[in-house]
């Protein structure tokens, strides 16, 4: 079963269902000062991210073509196979619908290339530091890439083109010392396989989880879960095809109490319980693990801050 990690490591159990959920385990992530294109996307990326952003988000494209179907699918494919490629996209876990797909005329009739030839990218916001990332798969020639951007076509107008990194960011990236790879805390919630990797600085408030004005309504038994909690700095969720890994950080003594949650608490909009269920908890490493019932409600979940464990303590 999945996705996203390597190694394996059983989880404990904090649900009542009697059959243990594997997950993967990842290899401990160094922190690094440079970017890494053979590292795991949401690893390499930190290199790319400004220390003021606050949330980050990315897909593996590449990953996503694997696991439906479509490991050879490249920018120079038939259209009909790509436009079927596309077609899946909404069901699954992607956090991304492509940032060059509302060029892709444009740049694959004036420049040959196009999203399919991308391998991953990301996006990241907050604190003033708005941008994204595109890495490129090994078989573009870079060069139609740059006549792209100083062309100006579409979204890559006033882009930073790398070409030896195989990268195009929306602006010259960040020093490595001014990078979230600088930050231990950071890098150790990422790296993990998955289709797509959510990463944010902080909780989630209570209202923006459950809904304004649900938190005057918790019997006692819920706002005392909630009380128990620990504060959460930071937490990053991988999203696979069957499973979902959150991570909260090393050390969390209320890893069973977060995994519970969606238990006690006011239903999400998609019901969280419907769309990940048999949570489990390991409170050395700090992860949840899920199974995932509907990817692209899980995506859609993660995107809008809709899950009960990423809740602030009261």
């Not at 940032?99 to 916001?125: H, I, N």
């Not at 960011?169 to 950071?186: F, K, R, Y």
């Not at 289709?195 to 909780?203: D, E, F, H, K, P």
């Not at 090393?250 to 608490?265: G, K, Q």
Request: aromatic share 6%.
């Amino acid at each position: 079963m999945g996705t996203a990690l390597a190694g394996v490591v059983l989880l404990a159990a904090c649900s009542s269902d009697p059959k243990p959920v594997y997950q993967r385990s990842p290899e401990p992530q160094a922190v690094v000062s440079e970017y890494d294109g053979s590292q795991e996307p949401s690893a390499a990326v930190l290199a790319l991210v400004p220390t003021a952003a606050t949330t980050l988000a990315v897909t593996d494209f590449d990953q996503l073509r694997l696991v439906l179907g479509f490991a050879t699918l490249k920018g120079a494919s038939p259209a009909p196979e790509r436009e079927r490629f596309w077609r899946q996209v909404p069901r699954t876990a992607s956090l991304s619908t492509g940032l060059l797909r509302p060029a892709e005329a444009q740049l694959r009739d004036r420049f040959g290339f196009g999203q399919d030839d991308v391998a991953w990218e990301a996006t990241y916001s907050g604190g003033g530091a708005d941008g994204w990332v595109l890495a490129f798969r090994d078989d573009i020639a870079m060069a139609a890439v740059r006549r792209a951007v100083e062309a100006g076509a579409g979204p890559l107008r006033g882009a930073v083109v790398d070409v030896d990194r195989r990268l195009v960011t929306s602006v010259a990236p960040p020093e490595a010392a001014q990078s979230w790879a600088a930050e231990p805390d950071l890098v150790a919630l990422s790296g993990g396989e998955a289709v797509a990797t959510y990463l944010q600085r902080g909780c989630d408030p209570f209202d923006t989880v459950f809904g304004a004005g649900m938190q005057a309504q918790l019997a006692a038994a819920p706002a005392a879960a909630l009380d128990s909690l620990d504060p959460l700095n930071a937490y990053s969720v991988a999203l696979g095809t069957d499973l979902v890994t959150a991570r909260l950080g090393a050390e969390r003594s209320d890893a069973f109490e977060r995994a519970r949650l969606a238990d006690v608490m006011p239903p999400t909009d998609p019901d969280f319980g419907l769309v990940m269920s048999r949570g489990v908890a390991d409170p050395a490493s700090g992860r949840l693990g899920y199974v995932l019932a509907d990817p692209a409600a899980a995506a859609r979940l993660t995107r809008t801050h809709h899950l009960p464990f990423t809740v602030c303590p009261d």
